[in-house]
């Protein structure tokens, strides 16, 4: 079909741009396809994902993995509960947003209870190891942090 074509050639493009080093152009390239997030397909998101973890910019996916997250549309769809993990894991835990962890997953009809409480402690474990890491650093350290990243997150939107 028509979308399985055009999602095949994101693929490839991503691919692409990622190997020539152009990856920060990767997501607006995309979104030229697909014009809004919640409309993105299931695989071009998680390569996003893991692309923009992978070059340390998680917070470029933190809109878009919500937004397409949040889509009633997309909470039907068999690949839902393994994105929403892989969102948690790449994006969410790694810029520290417990709080909207713990409501993503609280809120996913497509986990079941033992599973939500598995990733429930997962998110206590990683705030945990965050209060560690901050108590060795220097106060003020995530002051400065946060500001940077609100700033970038104002720039991409």
Not at 31 to 46: G, R
Request: with cysteine; proline share 6%; net charge negative.
């Amino acid at each position: 079909s028509f979308a399985e074509v055009k999602c095949s050639l994101c693929v490839v493009g991503i691919q692409a741009l990622a190997e020539m080093n152009r990856w920060r152009e990767v997501l607006s390239w995309v979104l030229q396809y697909y014009h809004v997030p919640e409309h993105l397909p299931p695989k071009v998101l998680e390569l996003c994902i893991l692309l923009y973890s992978k070059v340390r910019e998680p917070q470029v996916m933190l809109e878009v993995g919500g937004s397409w997250l949040g889509s009633q549309a997309n909470r039907s769809l068999p690949e839902f509960g393994s994105l929403l993990e892989l969102y948690l894991a790449q994006v969410l835990l790694p810029l520290g947003r417990f709080g909207a962890a713990e409501e993503l997953v609280r809120g996913c009809p497509a986990l079941d209870s033992e599973r939500r409480l598995q990733l429930l402690g997962t998110i206590g474990e990683s705030r945990g190891s965050w209060a560690r890491r901050d108590e060795e650093t220097q106060p003020g350290a995530e002051e400065q942090q946060d500001p940077a990243a609100e700033t970038l997150l104002g720039g991409l939107s």
